[in-house]
């Protein structure tokens, strides 16, 4: 199976602020990736999917980049809608992994 | 409105069965393709089971092979997982996921999800 590792677990920011997420594969996933947001009692929504394209609906200052194990999330400009919890899944071969999520939390 | 609403979670003892069902409204359900994806109590997503949206191809983690089916009721517009011999492990909510398809058959992610149905498995 493919092993997806986010980092860092847990990230604090404040409103206006920008930051980055981190997620790596254990093999290459090429493009294949998606980003999720969660919040409490909600379902996950998707954000980026083909690692970089953003999902119609979602606010520009969410993107996403990076190919083959390496990728990331971005977003600048923190709302307070934006704090919650991320995660990563790579689609390129089954079973289709998340990694373990990054909780954005306000500082 | 477009909306995916699962049902038939609950309470049931280790080794027994239960099947899970997904009512799709609002788009062609037998146009895309179908996922359960589970989140155990305060843990992360995993992928449980996939179905093609004509039903002949589907993928099951291996956590569940041999005990999980995946089906679907194009008529009905109902995606279904028949769960059994159900283990404490696999007490979470159970999502149902669409795919969105376009990736030259189905995708694997996902961009509309049901609320939820939480199963519990103790006794």
């Known amino acids: 199976d493919i092993q997806m590792t986010q980092s860092p677990s847990t990230l604090s920011a404040s409103v206006g602020d920008s930051v980055t997420i981190a997620c790596r594969a254990s093999q290459t996933v090429y493009n294949w990736l998606a980003w999720y947001q969660q919040k409490p009692g909600r379902p996950p929504k998707l954000l980026i999917y083909k690692a970089s394209e953003l999902q119609t609906g979602v606010p520009p200052r969410f993107s996403g980049s990076g190919s083959g194990t390496e990728f990331t999330l971005t977003v600048t400009s923190l709302q307070p809608d934006d704090f919650a919890t991320y995660y990563c899944q790579q689609v390129h071969r089954s079973p289709f992994t998340f990694g373990q999520g990054t909780n954005l939390e306000i500082k | 409105q477009v909306q995916l609403v699962e049902a038939g979670g609950g309470v049931v003892q280790p080794g027994r069965s239960l099947r899970l069902l997904c009512a799709a409204s609002g788009f062609s359900f037998r146009s895309y393709g179908m996922h359960w994806v589970r989140q155990a109590p305060g843990k992360g997503l995993e992928w449980v089971a996939g179905?093609?949206?004509?039903?002949?191809?589907?993928n099951h983690a291996d956590s569940v092979k041999g005990r999980f089916a995946i089906s679907r009721d194009n008529v009905k517009n109902t995606l279904y997982l028949q769960m059994n011999s159900l283990r404490p492990e696999d007490t979470a909510v159970y999502y149902c996921?669409?795919?969105?398809?376009?990736?030259?058959?189905?995708?694997?992610?996902?961009?509309?999800w049901g609320q939820g149905t939480l199963l519990t498995v103790s006794s």
């Open positions: 179905l093609s949206y004509d039903g002949r191809i589907e």
């Open positions: 996921a669409r795919d969105p398809g376009g990736c030259g058959g189905d995708c694997f992610y996902f961009d509309l």
